[in-house]
């Protein structure tokens, strides 16, 4: 098994100097839902997704050598989140970095001062830790590299940031890459893990350009965390026929997407957005969480899709937004239909167009 534990990345007192890295990374969409987990965040079923674009988060590590006489058994940072001092993300980050300090023992010599912020609103309903947890682990293998020189081939800089984003927030592994990637061990897929995400590139060309337009139907906090959904599974009377269906999916995608099948890969997506919110319901205690919009939108959607007979299919997060699929051919149809149908129906009108994106950009 991958071991990235290495007590021997310690760095010399006199070469500590201060610095910074800048990281943007996306976030995601699930075609194929991670819903339950076990062990050290390691994923019950396979995954995959569509990194996207115009949603990520900015994050930049500032760091200086500890004083002298300051613990060397703490973790020691402030955490400025969209110019605020944010102690809950302060709080989590410390606690992230702690679980790592086997893998990057020196993240105990230095001061931290990070600074993030989102492209998205500030509670716009969308979950931002797919894209903070993956930009700021970015930053963290940037800081190894820039001390050890250990990570210049990018393939396995990528690997370990993707392993060490899935620490943080699972689906924060697939924000890594860009296109799509999967994560979690599925025999039709060479080289696939539960311990990080892969690329994923012989997909037909439709794929490549693919929309991804998230209708803002509620900004409100989730009454239900992710993390908390995730530890329902364990006692949901669906889960291990769930886990069967997800395995099954993934290995009929592989061809759909290397075809172009739209229609089939929609239907997928559409599917898996719909068991995704079944789980909730049928978790005990029970809940829900999409609106009474949500299913206004999607009844509007299915009604567009047969008439029109445009690919337009959708996806949802475990929030009550929709995210709109479709090919880049059907755009102006499609962006006519979400203005005169869809939008009277979201938040403030509230809609963020976006699309398969290029994957993380080191800043500086
Ligand atoms: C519904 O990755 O947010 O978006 O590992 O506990 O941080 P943690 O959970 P998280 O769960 C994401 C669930 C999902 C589906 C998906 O992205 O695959």
Known sequence: MLNYNNPQLVIESAKAKEGKITWRSPSNIAIIKYWGKHGIQLPRNPSISFTLENAYSETTLAYRPKDVD?????????????????????????????????????????????????????????????????ALSLCICSLEHKYFNTLDDDAAFRQKASFV????????????????????????????????????????????????????????????????????????????????????????????????????????AESEALVLHALMMSSNPPYILIKPNTLLMIEKIHHFRKEMKVPLYFSLDAGPNLHLLYPDEVKTQVQEFITSELLPHCENGQWIKDKVGRGPLQMD
Not at 72 to 80: A, Q
Not at 84 to 103: A, G, R, Y
Not at 237 to 256: F, G, T
């Open 165 to 268: 984003s899935r620490l943080g927030s699972g689906s924060a592994c697939r924000s890594i890459y860009p296109g799509m990637a999967l994560w979690g061990e599925s025999p039709e897929w060479t080289g696939s893990s539960d311990l990080y995400a892969i690329p994923v590139d012989d997909t037909h060309e439709v794929f490549k350009s693919y929309h991804d337009d998230i209708l803002i139907v509620s900004k409100g906090e989730k009454s239900v965390s992710s993390r908390a959904g995730h530890g329902l599974m364990d006692e949901n009377i669906y889960a291990d026929n769930r886990y069967k269906q997800a395995k099954n999916r993934l290995r009929n995608l592989k061809s759909i997407l290397q075809q172009g099948d739209v229609e089939a890969f929609g239907k997928i």
């Open 70 to 134: 300051s613990s060397y058994n703490e973790i020691s940072m402030n955490f400025i989140f969209d110019r605020n001092p944010n102690e809950q993300f302060k709080n989590k980050t410390v606690k992230f970095f702690e679980s790592i300090l086997d893998i990057f023992p020196f993240l105990k010599q230095f001061h931290f001062d990070i600074t993030s912020r989102n492209s998205f609103p500030h509670s716009a309903g969308i979950a931002s830790s797919a894209s903070g947890m993956s």
